[in-house]
């Protein structure tokens, strides 16, 4: 079974600019997660998908970040314009069902930089 | 608000050791609690899920426990081995869009 994919890998991007992420869950799970790792610290949710409606985006920072899941699947974040406090891991998640932790898989992120 | 707590930040064991993570929250009414393992640049995998009506879980050398009353979750490792190096993070399901992570213990074994 595939993984959840992640990409790019890493960027590195000046303040101001804006850059996108994206991720493909593993086949078949509904529910998709974003998160933003800074270092030192645990993944802080940003938004919650339902197949492609949101669930929860209530820690999403809404003036400069968006996201979206085109017809249930892939999922793309972006920030524009990025600050140099959005430098993190944004780790992408998927499971089969929302809220009991059963087959919950993460990727393994986009480290962002900004300088 | 739900808040997750893991004691210590960081601890660096000898090999062979048997050792203990904490995890505390705040609020009692959970669904879930997870632990999983992050190592350097990976992202998350899960070791353990306890769900709200256990009290523990056990796989290989892993042991969690989940004491909902009082608000803790212990994970117990077994004869410690330098492959066990990462971070722990526990997890805790408040509900189905809530799921707040602990900022991790960050574990070293020395050979």
């Known amino acids: 079974e595939a993984g959840v994919a992640q990409s790019p890998r890493y960027k590195i991007i000046e303040k101001r600019q804006s850059v996108a992420f994206w991720c493909n869950p593993i086949?078949?799970?509904?529910?998709l997660y974003w998160y933003q790792q800074i270092l030192g610290q645990g993944p802080k949710l940003l938004i919650q998908f339902q197949n492609n409606g949101v669930v929860d985006d209530s820690q999403l920072p809404k003036d400069r970040f968006s996201a979206e899941r085109l017809k249930g699947v892939d999922s793309t974040l972006k920030i524009q314009p990025a600050k140099l406090e959005d430098s993190a891991v944004y780790l992408c998640?998927?499971?089969?069902?929302?809220?009991?932790?059963?087959?919950?898989?993460f990727g393994s992120g986009t480290r962002l930089t900004v300088v | 608000k739900q808040e997750v707590t893991q004691i210590p930040a960081a601890l660096s064991v000898p090999e062979g050791e048997n050792l203990v993570l904490n995890c505390s929250f705040t609020d009692s009414a959970i669904y879930n609690l997870q632990w999983f393992r992050q190592d350097p640049g990976k992202g998350l995998t899960s070791l353990l899920l306890?769900?709200?009506?256990?009290r523990e879980q056990t796989s290989g050398r892993l042991n969690a426990s989940l004491d909902k009353s009082s608000g803790r979750s212990t994970l117990y490792i077994a004869a410690s081995q330098p492959g066990d190096s990462a971070t722990y993070l526990c997890?805790?399901?408040?509900?189905?869009?809530?799921?707040?992570f602990g900022s991790g213990t960050r574990l070293s074994i020395r050979p």
């Open positions: 997890a805790v399901y408040s509900s189905a869009s809530k799921i707040i």
């Open positions: 086949s078949g799970h509904a529910t």
């Open positions: 306890i769900q709200s009506s256990q």
């Open positions: 998640a998927s499971s089969p069902t929302a809220g009991t932790g059963v087959g919950y898989t």
